[in-house]
């Protein structure tokens, strides 16, 4: 099973190249038709977006489980790799999209209730302690 994250945003949100196995790295997909049903609840936005990391899927991004941050060590490189592309797409997004949200979660598991929420600027992504946590939302201040 993997983590996803699904960003919402008022404005238009570009796609972003689309995960390449023989360069893998951060990108922005399409939300499928079954997600897109499980996640417009959370995330009321205009646009839906698939968040994805050089794993493929969530599972690249720093996350919290169980109170501890998680991170693979020995993709560390292409971990912060990511969290840095995120905050560049982030700060690239329209200065109309100041609600711009993120929600992050097992796949399958977009129905279930979000457990935690937080505000935050963009650029606290790039600190080595930021994980994302299992069913929150997280509000961007863009």
Same mark, same amino acid.
């Given at each position: 099973?993997?983590? &996803?994250?699904?960003?919402? /945003?008022?404005?238009?949100?570009?796609?972003?190249?689309?995960?390449?196995?023989?360069?893998?790295?951060?990108?922005?997909?399409?939300?499928?038709?079954?997600? +897109?049903?499980?996640?417009?609840?959370?995330?009321?936005?205009?646009?839906?977006?698939?968040?994805?990391?050089?794993?493929?899927?969530?599972?690249?991004?720093?996350?919290?489980?169980?109170?501890?941050?998680?991170?693979?060590?020995?993709?560390? /490189?292409? /971990?912060?790799?990511?969290?840095?592309? +995120? #905050?560049?797409?982030?700060?690239?997004?329209?200065?109309?999209?100041?609600?711009?949200?993120?929600?992050?979660?097992?796949?399958?598991?977009?129905?279930?209730? &979000?457990?935690?929420?937080? #505000?935050?600027?963009?650029?606290?992504? +790039?600190?080595?302690?930021?994980?994302?946590?299992?069913?929150?939302? &997280? /509000? +961007?201040?863009?």
């Amino acid at each position: 099973m993997c983590m &996803v994250y699904y960003l919402g /945003t008022d404005s238009e949100a570009p796609l972003f190249p689309v995960w390449d196995k023989a360069a893998p790295a951060f990108y922005v997909a399409s939300v499928g038709d079954n997600e +897109l049903e499980r996640v417009r609840n959370k995330l009321p936005h205009r646009n839906l977006r698939y968040l994805g990391s050089h794993n493929g899927c969530g599972c690249g991004f720093r996350s919290y489980r169980d109170g501890i941050l998680i991170s693979e060590k020995a993709d560390a /490189t292409d /971990t912060n790799g990511d969290h840095f592309a +995120l #905050t560049q797409y982030l700060r690239e997004l329209p200065s109309s999209s100041r609600q711009s949200q993120i929600f992050g979660c097992w796949s399958g598991d977009e129905g279930e209730p &979000v457990e935690f929420e937080r #505000t935050i600027a963009p650029e606290e992504i +790039l600190n080595p302690n930021f994980g994302f946590k299992e069913r929150e939302i &997280v /509000t +961007l201040e863009i």
